[in-house]
């Protein structure tokens, strides 16, 4: 049987040590409570603030656990949990709606569906649960982006689906800006010619956007003759979305 990789153990003590207190530590305390030379300690932490698990307080150098580390403890969670809240509101919107509704969290960079209900009517349908969609094409996604920390937006190149895509960095932050100020978003024609959609942010304790619930159907349903969703459709999406926040935690909205 193979043995341990003395590294990775010495790796998770030190994470172990920085999620066990209450603070930031210094490097002499994390080398003097695991007993390892400060230089070995620095190698590890410096490995560690590399991939994001561990950051290091600019002024005084002390060290804490990462964002990226935080993600994966709670990514797993917080998905499952949003999507077994959203379920009981997703239904009844589809029914309200006459549309198929989508629930989605941000993962690497794209949306992921957690949750689909499907049109309520005879049409073949395909499940999207587990699918990866883009953000900035989707009206999931550009909820995502608009809330998303620190407001930045994709550092790759966009891909354009459609002629309507909305690839160019000023007219997307436009964009954005919108979806904050309306408090919902639209895509039409942007991801697939003859479809469109509209969703609302899902927050969590703290007002925190965790997710984003909408609908999506054919142009002609979800918009009027004027080529913009309807607003009972919108109304009816940001009602759920509220819905599911305060089954989350969040405060009254």
């Known amino acids: 049987m193979p043995g341990t990789v003395q590294s990775i153990e010495r790796a998770a003590a030190i994470l172990r040590v920085l999620a066990g207190g209450p603070g930031r ?5 994390i080398a003097r409570s695991l007993d390892l030379a400060k230089g ?3 190698g590890i932490l410096r490995t560690l603030q590399r991939v994001g698990f561990v950051e290091q307080d600019r002024v005084s150098g002390r060290y804490q656990l990462g964002a990226a580390l ?3 403890g709670t990514s797993y ?3 499952n949990e949003l999507r077994s809240r959203s379920i009981n509101w997703a239904d009844p919107l589809a029914a309200r709606s006459g549309e198929a ?9 794209r949306v992921l569906v957690v949750h689909h209900v499907f049109r309520p009517d005879d049409t073949f349908q395909t499940l999207d649960t587990g699918t990866l969609l883009p953000l900035h094409a989707t009206a999931l996604g550009k909820v995502l982006l608009a809330y998303r920390a620190g407001g930045t937006l994709p550092a790759e190149e966009l891909e354009a689906f459609t002629r309507r895509t909305v690839v160019g960095p000023r007219e997307l932050t436009a964009v954005l800006e919108g979806v904050r100020e309306a408090g919902w978003a639209a895509e039409i024609e942007e991801l697939t010619l003859g479809e469109a959609a509209v969703a609302a942010p899902i927050r969590g304790y703290g007002g925190l956007v965790v997710g984003a619930i909408g609908v999506s159907g054919l142009v002609e349903r979800v918009c009027d003759s004027r080529y913009r969703p309807r607003p009972r459709l919108v109304a009816y999406v940001r009602e759920a979305a509220r819905a599911v926040s305060r089954d989350l935690g969040a405060a009254r909205l």
Not at 25 to 29: D, K, M, P, Y
Request: net charge negative.
């Open 70 to 72: 935080l993600h994966l």
């Open 101 to 109: 509704v989508r629930i989605g969290t941000p993962l690497e960079g």
């Open 40 to 42: 070995t300690t620095h």
């Open 77 to 79: 969670l917080d998905i």
């Open 25 to 29: 530590f210094s490097l002499g305390e």
